[in-house]
């Protein structure tokens, strides 16, 4: 036996002792892979050190050690901590769980004086008062809004036009400003409308009650014109006039728009970009068709691919990062809602990137008719005959019939990301969202099977897009925190 053992057995920096926390990897590009833990943080790595790291042989002297320490990726003599600070990052990001359902839409008529061919909604003519919300639906929906926990409930108007019934608006605002005295909500109104039959008095209203608009704007006038056809197809000119008369009497901020992605639009996005800009918006959000309503009817949906989109959105993105580079702020929100969860301990409320999903215990809609739908898209699918998360009627059903039952708690369970095939062990798991609504649409169950769902492969085409773009350039990254911490 030597009477002095090695140097090396001395130095820590060459000895592999740690333990793994729950961590998953997958490849970034064809020389490196994204790793993320449980709390959505992320490490790219080489193929050489992730071998190393998963057999139990990363060595403390190599670079990326501390990086994975620092992130809560392994534990080892010198901290246990990271277990707690891991733990309380996961309650962190599902914290706002507890307040259940925020968002509570209102669609207070299906009229709709517009015809657009990508509608989701399936419109009724606008002398079908048949389809508007009466005062009684109203009631009893505000009684269900009232009774969720969440601290802040957001009532937002939709249609149809929602504004083609602004007495039941007029009526609805009124009735819960009356209950959040005795309640005690935060509360907060949406009108999402064409701007085709604004007027001074709805102005007027919504400025008295400080209510926000919400818009439609797919890009410049012959583009806009032509996805959204209306009586002297006149519908880009009636936007652009609401949206300065709204800025004139709300203020610059309290009017918003979004655009959607139809065929005509895919070789423009520049265009729709540079259009944003020059109406003083400060992002845009690239939004593809959904596969509901009329947009399923008129094969609207089906009239591009996936690859098609990616490539639009790809070269909108790179657009505005450029933009951004070069000093103008503008930002891409979609990519900002994914990156708050990639790079903050926060959870994003759109509904699409949550898990549990989103659908009933993150938004709720009350139909005209007094049907309650776990999601916008759910009523759009049962304008298509699909009552299947259909929760309830707030004639007939109370809280915890509609809240509680199986329409809304199967799909819930079954679509837990964490825990269905093909998501489990993905790596983007902690940033992409359950979306069993679309799974359903489109392949008939909750959960879908992954390498065929658009859904998965449009995320985790984005996922990559973004992190590849901020480990190209860091003043990239930059750009990117600051889009993470705005929404």
Known sequence: MAKFRERAEFDASTRSD??????????????????????????????????????????PDQPVYDELKSRHFLIDDDTQVAIDLLGLKIRTKLAPLANFTGLHIFVTTLRCEHSCPYCQVSRANDDKREFDMSEE?????????????????????????????????????????????????????????????LDDEILQFA??????????????????????????????????????????????????ALMTTTAASLPQVRSIIDEYIRMDFGGIFLRPLSPYGFA????????????????????????????????????????????KKMLTPLQTSYVDLMSPAGIGIGAVVYNYDG?????????????MGDTTFALGNVHDDDFAD???????????????????????????????????????????????????????????????????RMEANPEVRRIFERWANIV
């Open 371 to 383: 049907v309650v739908y776990a999601s916008d898209e759910s009523r759009m699918l049962a304008e």
């Open 402 to 468: 509609i809240f509680m039952g199986d329409a809304l708690l199967e799909p819930l369970e079954q679509s837990f990301s964490a825990s269905v095939p093909g998501c489990s062990w993905c790596a983007f798991e902690p940033w992409c969202g359950a979306e069993p609504v679309f799974h359903h649409a489109t392949q008939g169950d909750f959960v879908g099977k992954k390498p065929l769902s658009s859904f998965c492969t449009r995320n985790i085409a984005l996922f990559r897009g973004l992190i590849s």
């Open 18 to 59: 740690y333990t793994m926390l729950p961590w998953r990897f997958t490849p970034l590009d064809d020389e490196s892979y994204v790793a993320t833990n449980m709390a959505g943080e992320y490490v790219t790595m080489s193929a050489g050190e992730v071998s190393d790291f998963a057999g139990g042989a990363l060595r």
């Open 207 to 256: 400025r008295q009650h400080d209510i926000l608009i919400s818009t439609s704007l797919d890009g410049p006038a012959d583009l806009h014109n032509r996805n959204r056809p209306r009586p002297g197809k006149n519908s880009y000119e009636k936007a652009v006039e609401g949206i300065a008369r709204a800025r004139t009497a709300l203020g610059h901020y309290n009017v918003g």
């Open 296 to 339: 399923i009817k008129t094969k609207s949906y089906a009239s591009y691919d996936q690859k098609k989109w990616l490539e639009f959105f790809f070269e909108g993105l790179d657009y505005i990062i450029d933009l951004n580079l070069g000093g103008f702020e503008f930002i891409e929100h979609y990519s900002a809602m994914v990156l």
């Open 137 to 197: 639906t109203a009631l009893r929906s505000l009684d269900l809004a009232f009774r969720s926990p969440s601290p802040a409930i957001k009532i937002e108007f939709q249609g149809g036009e929602s504004t083609l019934n602004m007495p039941i608006i007029r009526f609805i605002v009124a009735e819960a400003l009356r209950r959040k005295e005795t309640a005690r909500r935060n509360l907060a109104f949406v009108i999402a409308t064409n701007l085709a039959v």
